[in-house]
């Protein structure tokens, strides 16, 4: 049977993150530990799915006050349960649903004018004519419009 607690060795063994990032994880209040008598730290195994998550959420661009500020809607003092991880998801399906966004456009149209005030594609004639886009504000106009990001993530 696996244990209900794990070292620090084994926590960085089994996420496959370093010791120092588990220490800054838990500075950075993403994760929490509880010390021995002797002063070691010992985490619930839930520490591994909160690990994992921080790591994917990362590789796709959340930033770690993103992930904390996520983390901060789980309850303190258990082990989340699936209904409280099903809620921080809820939080963050716009987020997620506009970076997803952000990733389509970036792949479908990296090829093309995306109204950005360079004018360095044969399209860009066609699609930004004398960079009217410029009007609208700045950055990529024409995949800012396609990625109809929320207003907390417009540049
Ligand atoms: S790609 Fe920059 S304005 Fe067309």
Redesign the pocket.
Known sequence: MAPKELSVGEVARRSGVAVSTLHFYEAEGLIRSERTAAGHRRYGRDVLRRIAIIRIAQSVGLSLAEIAAAFATLPKGRTPSARDWTLLSQDWRDSLTARINQLTQLRDNLD??????????E??PL??DG?R?AKRGPG?QRMLDACALPANLKP
Not at 112 to 121: A, E, N, T, V, W
């Open positions: 093309g004018c995306i109204g950005c005030g360079c004018l360095s594609l399209t860009c699609w930004n960079d886009l990529p």
